[in-house]
């Protein structure tokens, strides 16, 4: 076989390539931007997100999977093709086995249109692994033991929550709540409260830089800029971490009722392991702050982060090929 296997992490926010032997060797948000006019792609990554919301007419930025599923099936194929060979270098790009990552709860369909756009990105085989299952591998966990851990994978577009044991989920739900609905609810907010109009970058600015599940021991505060809806034009206002709190609770406390649920139809024993080794969170979506402790409250159960939530999932479904491979 030419070369490592890869594993891709496929967001609704951002998509990461895993390499055996190198780690994650790519992380780019999954944004391209073309041209209406000559369907010919302008940009894709880092550098399409930065068009968001700024492109004259003929040119769109779109984000082609939306709530972890393809809603443009010839945009993400191109996409993909061109993380992997952005990742993996022009020459020494063979056909090899890449293993994808989707959302818990997607449909036959939807598991196929991935696979399809990973053979046309020039996969040799393609390994369909569910989201948890990644995102627990990727944290750590032996999950081959007969012993309950419950994982939250938390990403841009959909939330997954399972429990595992043995290899495999024995509760699980996907839902689509996640780290972009952070940022609508803080749009929202913006407008119902201060009559101001701020775009989807700007909303993730405040959402990184101040925002909050929890009430923080200090708060902290940033000048946020927009269109104001009475005058139409720009304004600065200053925004609290506490309004933040406010302004996400309805979505937090959604995250925080799938988590409720799923333990309410986990198995006794498996209830005992997880109340005695907690919940793991993983994903983009969990470094939201204070969102382990309001899980913790909420539950009662011990909750961490794991170690590098961000890549958790990718490593995993990178690790998940070489387990694959090395079983032959």
Request: aromatic share 4%; glycine share 10%; proline share 3%.
């Amino acid at each position: 076989m030419m070369g490592s296997d890869i594993g891709i992490d496929l967001g609704t926010a951002s998509v990461l390539v895993y390499i055996k032997g190198k780690g994650v060797v790519l992380k780019e948000p999954s944004v391209v931007a073309f041209d209406r006019e000559t369907n010919k792609i302008k940009a894709i990554g880092e550098e399409a997100r930065l068009m968001l919301g700024r492109t004259p007419g003929n040119i769109v930025a779109v984000r082609p999977l939306r709530q972890g599923v393809i809603s443009d099936y010839t945009v993400t194929e191109k996409m993909l093709k061109y993380f992997i060979q952005k990742a993996v270098g022009k020459q020494r790009f063979g056909r090899r086995v890449i293993s994808v990552c989707v959302p818990s709860g997607v449909t036959e369909v939807e598991k196929k249109a991935v696979e399809d756009a990973t053979y046309q990105a020039g996969a040799k085989e393609v390994a369909i692994i569910e989201e948890p299952i990644a995102a627990a591998i990727g944290a750590g966990i032996d999950i081959t033991r007969p012993c309950g851990n419950m994982i939250v994978d938390i990403g841009g577009g959909t939330t997954d929550i399972a429990v595992i044991s043995l290899g495999g989920t024995v509760v699980s739900t996907s839902i689509k709540i996640a780290g972009d609905d952070f940022d609508e609810a803080l749009v929202r907010y913006m407008r119902k409260k201060h009559n101001l109009l701020i775009g989807e970058r700007t909303a993730e600015d405040i959402k990184i830089r101040i925002g909050s599940a929890y009430r923080r021991p200090e708060s902290v505060s940033m000048d946020v800029r927009g269109r104001n809806l009475v005058t139409g034009l720009p304004k600065t206002i200053s925004v609290s971490s506490e309004e933040t709190e406010e302004a996400l609770k309805e979505t937090t406390s959604q995250i925080v009722e799938a988590i409720h649920s799923v333990l309410e139809k986990t198995p006794p024993e498996l209830a005992a392991d997880i109340a005695d080794r907690g919940i793991v969170l993983t994903g983009g979506g969990c470094l939201l702050y204070g969102l382990d402790s309001l899980i913790e409250e909420k539950t009662g159960i011990m909750t961490a982060t794991a170690e590098d939530p961000m890549t958790a999932v990718a490593i995993g479904t990178g690790k998940y090929v070489e387990q694959i491979t090395s079983r032959r």
